[in-house]
């Protein structure tokens, strides 16, 4: 079992920044591909960005790509998502999601096994 723990939402305004973290517990060695989504209310769970866990390809939406860098530390088990420009559209609550058994890249929520609890971000106008 793998444990994710999101941290580093917050209110900002539009044009603002943050950076969220995930940091990953348990039974993390064989963890292949991580990823972040974000839910807005009344939405469905959409994928933001993911990243190969022992590689550096990266995948990002489209509505975030140029704005959003999503990063990790394999000796933290930590991922980042770096958010800057933030719009209103932003406001989501994010979740990071892990699996061990992609060999690349997903945008599909349904391939990945873990979850986290997900931590709110509101960007005002």
């Known amino acids: 079992q793998v444990q994710l723990v999101e941290s580093g939402g917050g209110w900002v305004q539009a044009g603002g920044s943050l950076r969220l973290s995930c940091a990953a517990s348990?039974?993390?060695?064989?963890?292949?591909?991580m990823g972040w989504f974000r839910q807005a209310p009344g939405k469905e769970r959409e994928f933001v960005a993911a990243v190969l866990w022992s590689g550096t390809s990266t995948h990002y939406a489209d509505s975030v790509k140029g704005r959003f860098t999503i990063s990790r530390d394999i000796a933290k088990n930590t991922m980042y998502l770096q958010m800057s420009s933030l719009k209103p559209e932003d406001t989501a609550v994010y979740f990071c999601?892990?699996?061990?058994?992609?060999?690349?890249?997903?945008?599909?929520?349904?391939?990945?096994?873990?979850w986290g609890q997900g931590t709110q971000v509101t960007v005002s106008s």
């Open positions: 348990g039974t993390t060695f064989n963890t292949k591909v």
């Open positions: 999601a892990s699996d061990a058994a992609l060999r690349v890249v997903s945008i599909r929520r349904h391939d990945y096994d873990y």
